[in-house]
């Protein structure tokens, strides 16, 4: 029959167990995790770092922080995390949580709003000291209980209509005047911006925008918009078809809003025969490691997304450290890389 040291030894150690085994009280203990082994003999703190290597001590990083008032945790809520913005937006914001001793805790959404709401609860359970949002649409009762719960926070990309917060992301009018001002200085003169549904994600309708508040401007061309779901290939093949042969003889472009729906646009113009570079014109918003290898290779407009992710959390940061200044947004200016799409 095991005793009941033993038995204890099977489960997590705890802090009194290091007490007993190092043969001293709960408070030594404590000042030695505290940082405060200057107030320890020599002798008494080697018998403490002998009992916690001996029972594989860790302290709970949670009642740690219940005790000191922050948690070293930052919460990131991710609208999809298999969209190449997502994952290099990822790196910046965890490359600046290293740089500053703070952990990510980061939830992806799948493009959720109920799964947006249980995230958000679940941070706040986790006390985290701020949080980072990709939104995918927060209904107005999640707001207010975020609103309510002063947690530090900053939006990336998509900003939230009637929610004052901290934002970080592109310049989106600015990239999409650039990269409609390309297409017109390559001579094309039919154009169609095509979007995932436009709802109310604020960086498809600015950059829609700005497309059209470009092509205004120039006399004599066509500006077409289109939506349609990612799932729907049917329907964008039935698009780019009818555009195709509405302005025949006319130069066309096609303009995609970001990098999910572009790989959609290059699958349905190979399924009805069109190739970019020579039958139609093809610019995508985000830079795509493919982009590069598809045909004549695809223009696109990257986004400096490591900064935008790194700026967003030492924003968070500066929030957490009391920074009381009125609420800003951050904008980053794209590079558009021209390829053979858009060129021959």
Same mark, same amino acid.
């Given at each position: ?41 020599? +002798? *008494?703190? #080697?018998?403490?770092?002998? /009992? $916690? ?12 922080? =219940? ?114 001002? +390309? *297409?017109? #200085?390559?001579?094309?003169? /039919? $154009? ?12 498809? =309708? ?139």
């Amino acid at each position: 029959m095991s005793s009941k040291s033993e038995g204890k030894s099977s489960g997590r150690a705890t802090i009194s167990d290091v007490a007993k085994t190092a043969k001293t009280g709960k408070t030594s203990i404590s000042r030695y995790l505290n940082g405060e082994q200057h107030l320890l003999s020599d +002798h *008494l703190r #080697q018998r403490i770092e002998d /009992a $916690i290597r001996q029972l594989n001590y860790r302290p709970s990083q949670m009642a740690r922080s =219940l005790k000191g008032g922050q948690s070293q945790l930052i919460g990131l809520i991710i609208a999809d995390i298999t969209n190449p913005y997502s994952v290099n937006v990822l790196r910046g914001i965890e490359a600046a949580c290293r740089a500053n001793n703070y952990t990510l805790l980061m939830c992806n959404t799948n493009n959720e709003v109920d799964q947006e709401e249980h995230y958000l609860q679940l941070l706040n359970s986790y006390q985290v000291d701020g949080i980072v949002v990709n939104a995918v649409g927060m209904r107005e009762e999640a707001l207010n209980k975020m609103q309510q719960s002063l947690l530090p926070m900053v939006l990336i990309d998509r900003k939230i209509p009637d929610f004052a917060c901290d934002a970080v992301g592109l310049d989106n009018i600015q990239a999409s005047t650039q990269v409609t001002e +390309h *297409l017109l #200085q390559q001579g094309f003169e /039919a $154009i169609l911006f095509v979007s995932e549904p436009f709802g109310l994600v604020n960086t498809r =309708l600015e950059r829609l925008q700005g497309f059209k508040q470009t092509m205004e401007q120039h006399q004599g061309t066509v500006a077409e918009h289109a939506e349609v779901t990612l799932e729907n290939a049917a329907g964008l093949e039935t698009i780019l078809r009818e555009f195709n042969h509405k302005y025949r003889g006319m130069r066309k472009a096609v303009i995609s809003v970001n990098g999910a729906l572009t790989l959609q646009i290059a699958r349905a113009l190979r399924h009805i025969g069109l190739q970019w570079g020579s039958d139609i014109g093809l610019l995508g918003f985000d830079e795509l490691e493919w982009a590069e290898l598809a045909g004549v290779g695809i223009t696109t407009l990257k986004q400096p997304t490591y900064q935008i992710g790194y700026a967003a959390l030492e924003q968070v940061l500066k929030r957490i450290q009391g920074d009381d200044q009125p609420v800003q947004e951050q904008q980053f200016h794209g590079e558009l890389i021209i390829r053979g799409s858009t060129t021959h």
